[in-house]
């Protein structure tokens, strides 16, 4: 059996408030360190403004806390994703299973956990 290495964290699904979706993002990112994963591609969506929705505003900056330190080696936005896809993918193979979904996306953003 092959382990999950990857971990899909939807930040959108049950429509919550931006500090629930912090405090789950926060949650899910720990859990999925703990459990062996080795990237999470967190799901934040874009915001129907289109500058950015809230949820993406507030992950962007709770991945730079000192908080995630210990949990997170090194994030990037989907639209940023072309720059590092190469880095990414050695660090963690099963990240090319997610690349055409994340490619060019700005409601995602994937993240190389320590």
Partial sequence: MVMVKVKE?????GYPTVPQ????????????????????VIV?????TGTGGA???????????????????EAIAGEDWYSKKK???????????FSRYI????GITVVLLR
């Fill in 9 to 13: 964290i939807n930040l959108e699904r």
């Fill in 103 to 106: 490619d060019g996306n700005r």
């Fill in 55 to 73: 949820i993406k505003v507030a992950t962007k900056s709770k991945l730079k806390e000192p908080l995630l330190r210990g949990v997170i080696k």
């Fill in 21 to 40: 979706a912090m405090r789950n993002l926060v949650n899910d990112l720990t859990t999925a360190q703990r459990s062996g994963c080795k990237a999470a």
């Fill in 87 to 97: 880095v990414f993918i050695d660090y963690c193979p099963q990240l090319r299973d």
């Fill in 44 to 48: 934040h969506g874009y915001g129907s």
